[in-house]
């Protein structure tokens, strides 16, 4: 068969900066593709009929049609493509797990590597930003109808983009000084630059988004409030409230949750003190403790920030690591030490209330527990003792109760989540939407602009006809 | 975007500031605080609200550091680049009691709309200001408009009691039966009141001052212990039963940033000044 013989079996690789030099810089770490070499991975595509790896993408958008352009050589036919579907499209290219979504069911996959989706989408995006500002799409006239999105991580970003082009007057309200959520408090420089982000919102804002900062849903005003002005509100505000262990010496001084050492780190640019203001302690011993992408921006900022050995320590192994796999390697690639099947259970201090040592203990896996996964269990007389002088707390968050506390007639889920239905995002608040992590918990960047693209429809709906 | 209305020294080191802003009159209340950021480079800081109307609000601030500094070198006209709130728990009413209120630095300025609310709900108000000396003390004539009994208290007995917190305390509490103490002011003195009214069995309720960033409740730095169990000052609190509160701990975490502390106000200096 001579289509057989067209099939280039691995993705073209992308170029990177070498483990070496990156440890010692915040600056991104790969470089992503060139003109030619997308082309040439846009051309491994086969433009599947049927294709998979649209369905396996929670905001749809139409892969092989972009693909195929920049196979083409018509790169501006191609990010059109993408953000009628995507308004965070070098934001997604770069963070989205595309190995568990598009490309783990792209037709190639079955035998060969898949189509590299989310590197030829970077590089459509990243192409678009290097010809200067983008132009703005056009608006259906004004509805007269106005809209309030709370938060401006993806989620609430989504639903913007997808409610100004309708005509809707659209205000976010974000806490933080920043807008883009974990994009911008969370993720580190070197994985995701902010400047993409903020390119992004500058975005909606030129298409007529008003951003409001600075303001705290909850205290500034109350959704009640809110509602005095809107027709209806998003809720986006995320999973922002970090997880502590409870065991002894967590409150000594060194101990951070993940939250604080990225948000000193990303957010209050700390990694450039004292040219910024804001503090942060550079450990020469770095214990992280969770398995996560976040553990894994943890360590991979610790070595960043001058440290001589970080270890991420994770109470089951590696193969049940929510990482994503390129995360694992990138930190492997950077030497972070990876202790499997080890729990920390106490952190001891000097008599000034640093910390000084952590205890932990070997664990084994045992019998399968509700979520699937082998559970691990404690090693009797397993103890052993490390010298730390940071830990990082990195083992999962909630949502933030604020706006549930002061919203009553609210519905909370089991752990603090607001309830939304899973179809619509419809919340048990009449005009009250929500989606994203403030539904799901800890999830993805793409999830939550899912459920944000069927939030909007459903809202789109209700604003039309009034009707809930 | 912020712009500064006022900015104004009261007594050496401790300044009066307004910004101008419509968002947190309509739901501010006395216990309450915001979050200010300077300018890009800026830290996130937590300082009480010391009043508000629709155009603006008001704190009081002691320069300690960067931040601090920063703050004290505004001008009216100028902008600031962050301001949020208002944040944490108001203080928790009471109505028809008695109530010691003690205010030390720039607590002196945070007592002023508490008192005001404890007096609105017709409590019995006895305030008590300290400092070093009486050139550190401020704002008597409007702290008196709110209070029944006003005492001032001076470690060089230039004005009023002589010493002390303790050497008031003691001594008014002799003859005279309160239901609260309450408490602003830095650390030493909230522990130290705290430590006193332990032993007198009088509950007592201080602001305390952690470390923050977020100031939402989504760092956890400005976590203190209280009964035990952690907590997070900037939406638990910053108001909590002394007599609960981890002290030691809560000074070490203080701590944490001194020496960058430090590092960052000579960097400023040499940046401002040359
Ligand atoms: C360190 C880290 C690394 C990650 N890495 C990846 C990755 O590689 N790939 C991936 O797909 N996902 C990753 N995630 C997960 C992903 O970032 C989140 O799932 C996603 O950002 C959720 O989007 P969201 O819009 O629901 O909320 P968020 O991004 O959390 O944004 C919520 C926004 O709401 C604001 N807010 C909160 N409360 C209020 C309030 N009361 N009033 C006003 N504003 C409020 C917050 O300040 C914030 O800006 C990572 C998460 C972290 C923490
Ligand atoms: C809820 C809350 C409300 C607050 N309200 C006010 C307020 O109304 N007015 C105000 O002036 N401050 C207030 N503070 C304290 C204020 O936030 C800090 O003083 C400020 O962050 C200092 O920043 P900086 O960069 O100037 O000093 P830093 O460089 O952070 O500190 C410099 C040095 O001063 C010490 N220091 C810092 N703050 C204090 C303090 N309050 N007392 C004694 N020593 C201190 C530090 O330990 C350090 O050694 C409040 C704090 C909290 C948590
Ligand atoms: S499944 Fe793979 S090969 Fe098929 S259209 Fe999608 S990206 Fe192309």
Redesign the pocket.
């Known amino acids: 068969m001579a289509e057989k013989l067209k099939i280039v079996p691995k993705k073209t690789p992308m170029p990177e900066q070498p483990a070496k030099e990156r440890v010692k810089n915040f600056e991104e770490v790969p470089f992503g593709y060139s003109e030619a070499d997308a082309i040439v991975e846009a051309q491994r595509c086969l433009q599947c009929k049927k294709a998979p790896c649209i369905a396996g993408c929670p905001v749809e958008i139409d892969i092989p049609g972009f693909i195929k352009y920049i196979a083409e050589g018509d790169f501006v036919a191609s990010i059109k493509k993408l953000k009628e579907k995507n308004v965070l499209p070098a934001v997604c290219g770069r963070v989205c797990p595309q190995e568990t979504q598009c490309e783990i069911v792209c037709t190639l996959a079955k035998k060969w590597e898949p189509v590299a989706i989310g590197r030829l989408e970077r590089f459509a995006a990243d192409w678009e930003a290097k010809q200067g500002e983008s132009p703005i799409p056009g608006s259906l006239p004004s509805t007269g109808k106005k809209v309030a999105i709370i938060g401006a991580g993806p989620g609430g970003l989504t639903v913007a983009g997808d409610l100004i082009k309708l005509g809707h007057g659209v205000t976010i309200y974000e806490a933080l000084h920043k807008p883009g959520g974990v994009l911008v408090y969370g993720i580190p420089e070197f994985r995701l630059p902010k400047e993409i982000v903020y390119r992004e919102v500058d975005y909606l804002v030129r298409s007529g988004v008003n951003l409001v900062l600075d303001f705290v849903v909850g205290k500034t005003a109350t959704i009640e409030q809110l509602f005095e002005e809107y027709d209806a509100i998003y809720i986006g505000t995320g999973a922002g409230l970090p997880w502590f262990m409870n065991i002894p010496g967590e409150n000594l001084n060194g101990v951070y949750s993940a939250n604080e050492y990225l948000t000193r780190s990303n957010l209050m640019k700390a990694y450039l003190f004292p040219q910024y203001?804001t503090p942060i302690v550079r450990g020469k011993y770095v214990a992280v403790v969770g398995g996560g992408n976040v553990a894994m921006d943890c360590a991979r900022t610790a070595l960043r920030l001058g440290a001589a050995e970080v270890h991420i320590v994770y109470r089951r192994t590696k193969a049940e690591m929510p990482a994503r796999m390129e995360e694992i390697h990138h930190a492997e690639e950077e030497g972070i030490i990876f202790d499997w099947l080890t729990l920390p259970i106490k952190y001891t201090g000097d008599e000034r209330g640093w910390i000084k040592e952590m205890e932990c203990i070997r664990m084994e896996l045992g019998e399968p527990d509700a979520s699937g996964r082998r559970k691990p269990v404690p090693i009797k007389d397993s103890n052993f003792i490390s010298q730390v002088d940071v830990a990082v707390c990195a083992i999962g968050q909630s949502p933030n109760p604020l706006i549930l506390q002061t919203t009553p007639d609210l519905k909370a889920g089991k752990w603090g989540n607001v309830e939304a239905d899973s179809k619509t995002g419809k919340t048990s608040k009449k005009g009250c939407w929500a989606g994203g992590d403030v539904v799901r918990g800890g999830a993805t960047v793409i999830l939550a602009m899912g459920d944000a693209r069927f939030a909007a429809r459903s809202m789109q709906e209700y604003l039309e006809t009034g009707v809930w | 975007m912020y712009r500064v209305l006022k900015r104004e020294q009261i007594v050496p080191n401790i300044h009066l500031l307004v910004i101008e802003t419509n968002n947190i009159h309509k739901n501010a209340k006395a216990g309450e605080?915001v979050v200010v950021r300077v300018d890009e480079e800026g830290?996130r800081?937590?300082?009480?609200l010391v009043d508000w109307d629709e155009k603006s609000v008001s704190?009081?601030?002691?320069e300690?550091?960067?931040?601090?500094?920063k703050l004290g070198a505004l001008k009216e006209g100028d902008v600031i680049e962050t301001l949020a709130g208002p944040l944490?728990r108001p203080t928790e009413m009471i109505e028809d009691k008695s109530i010691i209120c003690i205010g030390g630095c720039?607590g002196i300025?945070?007592l002023y709309p508490v008192i005001r609310a404890f007096k609105q709900n017709r409590n019995r108000v006895i305030t008590a200001v300290e400092g070093r000396s009486s050139f550190l003390l401020y704002w008597q004539k409007k702290l008196q408009e709110y209070s029944d009994e006003l005492y001032e208290i001076t470690r060089d007995g230039t004005k009023g009691y002589e010493g002390h917190i303790n050497v008031f305390l003691e001594e008014y509490m002799k003859d005279h039966k309160v239901d609260l103490i309450y408490c602003q002011g830095?650390?030493y003195l909230t522990f130290f009141v705290s430590q006193i009214t332990k032993s007198m069995g009088v509950k007592t309720i201080v602001?305390?001052?952690?470390i923050?960033i977020d100031a939402t409740g989504m760092c956890g730095v400005?976590r203190v212990i209280i009964n035990g169990e952690t907590k997070f000052?900037c939406v638990d609190g910053?108001e909590f039963d002394g007599h609960a509160v981890d002290w030691p701990n809560l000074l070490a975490r203080?701590?944490t940033?001194?020496s960058q502390?430090q590092k960052?106000?000579s960097f400023y200096e040499c940046e401002r000044y040359g």
Do not use: K, Q
């Open positions: 203001d | 605080f830290e800081i937590p300082l009480n704190v009081i601030f002691m300690v550091g960067t931040s601090t500094r944490g720039y300025g945070a830095c650390t602001g305390l001052n952690p923050m400005c000052a910053p203080r701590h940033y001194h502390e960052s106000l």
